[in-house]
């Protein structure tokens, strides 16, 4: 990996995280540190890189459980009048779903 592919993905991991606020809270810097490590102003390293990955983790695990409850595929997820009826195409009030 080049330093700029590093920098790319920092950016986007930082996007991922919410922005520069969210991720200064994180690191425990200052939104103007993150902007230069953004800009390659100030180097990565691996202490910066670690923080974020385990954010990014911390992010995912959450993500994870709320799709797991709000996904449709999960019949327990869906409040009366939501649940299609099998292969229809139309939930079981009859309406037709939006998709």
Not at 87 to 96: A, C, H, K, M, Q
Request: hydrophobic fraction near 40%; aromatic fraction near 4%.
């Amino acid at each position: 990996m080049t330093s700029q592919e590093q920098l790319t993905l920092f950016t986007r991991a930082v996007e991922a995280l919410g922005g520069v606020r969210a991720v200064a809270q994180i690191l425990g810097c200052s939104e103007r540190s993150v902007g230069r490590l953004l800009t390659g102003e100030m180097a990565l390293h691996e202490g910066w890189l670690r923080g974020v990955s385990s954010a990014l983790l911390e992010h995912a695990v959450l993500c994870r459980k709320l799709e797991r409850s709000l996904s449709p595929d999960f019949p327990s997820n869906l409040l009366s009048g939501q649940a299609r009826a099998a292969g229809s195409g139309r939930r079981e009030d009859g309406g037709l779903d939006a998709d």
